[in-house]
C-alpha cells in the first residue's frame, strides 16, 4: 500500500470538507472494497475520509412500510434487523449473503452501492426496490444512479448518506454466488409492487446492474415462476469470464429469477 | 503517522503508525502479538481474525487508525488464568487442527460465532459460517465437531445432557 493520510470526521459536512482539502482523497465506508484494493496498489489517495464515526449515518428506521437505511450500516446489522424483516424480509436474506461473516462485520450498504461493483448484490436489491439514494447534495432514483461499470451517478465530493424505499407486497432474491468470491455470479432481485413489478439483475451485465423488461412484464401478468416458462434472455451485453460465458449467464439469469420469484411467494 | 490508541486484551496501547499501517501488522509487529496470522493477505482465508468491538473482523483489511479508540481481542486474549477458552480447549479435544496456521484466526471466529447463536449452532450452519476461514490440511470436520461441541458446553447443553 502506499502512503496515505488517514482522516475521521464526525459528520457528512465535515467529510465533504476534507475531501475537498485534499490532494486525491477517497471516502472509505466499511473498506472491504478499497482497502484491499490499496493493498494491490490499484489504488492509492493521498487521503482518506473514514465514514465509520459518522452518527447521521448509521441505523435502520421503519415506518409502516417506509424504509430507511443509514449508508454506514453494516450487512450485519441489515441482516440481522427484525423490524426490516417484518417488512422486507428479502434485503435480510440478500445482506447475510454478502462475503462472509468477517466482511458482514465491517462493509455497509452506502459503500456497496457508491462502488456499484457489477457482481455486488446491492445494486440490485436498490433496482428493484425502486429506491431513492439519498446524498450529501441530493436525493436520485436507483434507476439515475447506477450508470455503468463501477460507474455512479454521484460526484467525487458526494457521499451517499442514507437509501430509502417503501417495502414491495412481496420480494425475493437469488444468486448463484462464485464458488470462490461468493460474488453473484448471477443475482435477480425481484419486488412485486403495487405499480408493477420490478427484476434487476447483478453479476451478468457488462455493464453492471440491470433491469430485465421481459421478465417484469411477464411477472406483472401473473407472479409465478411459470411466468417466466419460454423467456429467453440475449446473451448480447454479458458478461463472459474464466468463471462463466456470456450465454451461461444468460441462462441463469432466468433461473435465478425464478428462484427469486418462488422465495418470494414464500 | 497516526497517534492511535486502542485496548487490547484488556490492556492500553498507544502508538504513533503510519497511517496506511494494517491492523494485522500493528498487532504482529508492534505489539508482538504473533498470534494472529496473515495468510492470504487478500482478505480472503480468515488466518488474520481478531474481535474488534466485540465483532470478528480481518484484521489484514483494517486500518490500525481505524481501529484506534476501539477495543481488540487477539487469540492471545482468550485463554483466563492459564485455562483455555472453552474453544480452545474443544479445538484440543477434537483435534480441530493439522498445521495450526488457520487455527488463531478459526477459533477466533468461532467464538463470534457462537456468540451470534446463542440457541446452539447445527452442523451447516457452522460451515455456512465458516465461509471466511480457509483451511487447507484438516477438510474442516474436526474444525466443525470443535465448534460444534464448543457451542455445546458454552451453552450449558452438554451438562445437561
Same mark, same amino acid.
Given at each position: 500500500?502506499?502512503?496515505?493520510?488517514?482522516?475521521?470526521?464526525?459528520?457528512?459536512?465535515?467529510?465533504?470538507?476534507?475531501?475537498?482539502?485534499?490532494?486525491?482523497?477517497?471516502?472509505?465506508a466499511g473498506g472491504q472494497t478499497l482497502i484491499p484494493?490499496?493493498?494491490?496498489?490499484?489504488?492509492? $489517495? &493521498?487521503?482518506? @475520509?473514514?465514514?465509520?464515526?459518522?452518527? *447521521?449515518?448509521?441505523?435502520?428506521?421503519?415506518?409502516?412500510?417506509?424504509?430507511?437505511?443509514?449508508?454506514?450500516?453494516?450487512h450485519?446489522?441489515?441482516?440481522?434487523?427484525?423490524?426490516?424483516?417484518?417488512?422486507?424480509?428479502?434485503?435480510?436474506?440478500?445482506?447475510?449473503?454478502i462475503g462472509? $461473516?468477517h466482511v458482514r462485520?465491517m462493509g455497509t450498504?452506502?459503500g456497496s452501492?457508491?462502488?456499484?461493483?457489477?457482481?455486488?448484490?446491492?445494486?440490485?436489491?436498490?433496482?428493484?426496490?425502486?429506491?431513492?439514494?439519498?446524498? &450529501?447534495?441530493?436525493?436520485?432514483?436507483?434507476?439515475?444512479?447506477?450508470?455503468?461499470?463501477?460507474?455512479?451517478?454521484?460526484?467525487?465530493?458526494?457521499?451517499?448518506?442514507?437509501?430509502?424505499?417503501?417495502?414491495? *407486497?412481496?420480494?425475493?432474491?437469488?444468486?448463484?454466488?462464485? $464458488?470462490?468470491?461468493?460474488?453473484?455470479?448471477?443475482?435477480?432481485?425481484?419486488?412485486?409492487?403495487?405499480?408493477?413489478?420490478?427484476?434487476?439483475?447483478?453479476?451478468?451485465?457488462?455493464?453492471?446492474?440491470?433491469?430485465?423488461?421481459? !421478465? *417484469?412484464?411477464?411477472?406483472?401478468? #401473473?407472479?409465478? $415462476? #411459470?411466468?417466466?416458462?419460454?423467456?429467453? @434472455?440475449?446473451?448480447?451485453?454479458?458478461?463472459?469470464?474464466?468463471?462463466?460465458?456470456? *450465454?451461461?449467464?444468460?441462462?441463469?439469469?432466468?433461473? !435465478?429469477?425464478?428462484?427469486?420469484?418462488?422465495?418470494?411467494?414464500? | 503517522?497516526?497517534?492511535?490508541?486502542?485496548?487490547?486484551?484488556?490492556?492500553?496501547?498507544?502508538?504513533?503508525?503510519?497511517?496506511?499501517?494494517?491492523?494485522?501488522?500493528?498487532?504482529? %509487529?508492534?505489539?508482538?502479538?504473533?498470534?494472529?496470522?496473515?495468510?492470504?493477505?487478500?482478505s480472503?482465508?480468515?488466518?488474520?481474525?481478531?474481535?474488534?468491538?466485540?465483532?470478528?473482523?480481518k484484521?489484514?483489511t483494517m486500518?490500525?487508525?481505524? =481501529?484506534?479508540?476501539?477495543?481488540?481481542?487477539?487469540?492471545?486474549?482468550? =485463554?483466563?488464568?492459564?485455562?483455555?477458552?472453552?474453544?480452545?480447549?474443544?479445538?484440543?479435544?477434537?483435534?480441530?487442527?493439522?498445521?495450526?496456521?488457520?487455527?488463531?484466526?478459526?477459533?477466533?471466529?468461532?467464538?463470534?460465532?457462537?456468540?451470534?447463536?446463542?440457541?446452539?449452532?447445527? %452442523?451447516?450452519?457452522?460451515?455456512?459460517?465458516? %465461509?471466511?476461514?480457509?483451511?487447507?490440511?484438516?477438510?474442516?470436520?474436526?474444525?466443525?465437531?470443535?465448534?460444534? =461441541?464448543?457451542?455445546? %458446553?458454552?451453552?450449558?447443553?452438554?451438562?445437561?445432557?
Amino acid at each position: 500500500m502506499y502512503q496515505t493520510t488517514y482522516h475521521r470526521p464526525s459528520s457528512v459536512t465535515e467529510a465533504v470538507k476534507m475531501l475537498g482539502e485534499a490532494e486525491d482523497g477517497k471516502f472509505l465506508a466499511g473498506g472491504q472494497t478499497l482497502i484491499p484494493t490499496m493493498k494491490q496498489r490499484l489504488a492509492a $489517495p &493521498s487521503d482518506v @475520509i473514514d465514514l465509520r464515526h459518522i452518527a *447521521e449515518m448509521k441505523g435502520i428506521t421503519v415506518n409502516g412500510r417506509d424504509v430507511r437505511i443509514g449508508a454506514g450500516t453494516t450487512h450485519a446489522e441489515v441482516a440481522e434487523h427484525t423490524g426490516l424483516a417484518s417488512v422486507c424480509p428479502a434485503i435480510c436474506h440478500l445482506a447475510s449473503h454478502i462475503g462472509d $461473516p468477517h466482511v458482514r462485520h465491517m462493509g455497509t450498504i452506502g459503500g456497496s452501492i457508491a462502488n456499484n461493483d457489477p457482481a455486488a448484490d446491492y445494486p440490485a436489491a436498490m433496482l428493484a426496490l425502486n429506491a431513492m439514494i439519498h446524498t &450529501s447534495k441530493r436525493a436520485l432514483a436507483a434507476d439515475e444512479f447506477f450508470t455503468g461499470l463501477f460507474g455512479t451517478a454521484l460526484d467525487e465530493d458526494e457521499i451517499v448518506t442514507a437509501v430509502s424505499f417503501t417495502a414491495p *407486497e412481496k420480494a425475493g432474491y437469488a444468486k448463484f454466488p462464485n $464458488p470462490a468470491s461468493r460474488y453473484a455470479l448471477t443475482g435477480v432481485f425481484v419486488a412485486n409492487r403495487p405499480e408493477g413489478v420490478r427484476v434487476a439483475v447483478t453479476g451478468a451485465g457488462e455493464d453492471g446492474v440491470f433491469r430485465a423488461t421481459a !421478465m *417484469e412484464d411477464a411477472l406483472s401478468r #401473473s407472479f409465478d $415462476p #411459470s411466468a417466466l416458462d419460454g423467456i429467453t @434472455i440475449s446473451a448480447d451485453g454479458l458478461m463472459s469470464d474464466i468463471h462463466a460465458s456470456a *450465454e451461461y449467464r444468460a441462462n441463469l439469469i432466468v433461473v !435465478m429469477a425464478k428462484r427469486a420469484v418462488q422465495a418470494a411467494n414464500g | 503517522m497516526a497517534d492511535i490508541s486502542m485496548v487490547i486484551n484488556g490492556r492500553e496501547v498507544r502508538g504513533s503508525v503510519e497511517d496506511r499501517m494494517l491492523l494485522v501488522h500493528f498487532l504482529r %509487529e508492534s505489539q508482538g502479538l504473533t498470534g494472529t496470522h496473515v495468510g492470504c493477505d487478500t482478505s480472503q482465508c480468515g488466518a488474520c481474525v481478531v474481535h474488534v468491538d466485540g465483532k470478528a473482523v480481518k484484521s489484514c483489511t483494517m486500518l490500525a487508525a481505524q =481501529a484506534s479508540g476501539c477495543e481488540v481481542v487477539t487469540i492471545e486474549g482468550l =485463554a483466563k488464568d492459564g485455562q483455555l477458552h472453552p474453544v480452545q480447549a474443544a479445538f484440543k479435544e477434537h483435534h480441530g487442527l493439522q498445521c495450526g496456521f488457520c487455527t488463531p484466526g478459526m477459533v477466533m471466529s468461532a467464538v463470534d460465532m457462537i456468540r451470534r447463536h446463542p440457541a446452539g449452532l447445527d %452442523e451447516k450452519t457452522v460451515r455456512a459460517e465458516l %465461509e471466511g476461514n480457509i483451511c487447507r490440511c484438516t477438510g474442516y470436520h474436526n474444525i466443525v465437531k470443535a465448534i460444534m =461441541a464448543a457451542s455445546e %458446553e458454552m451453552s450449558g447443553k452438554a451438562q445437561a445432557a
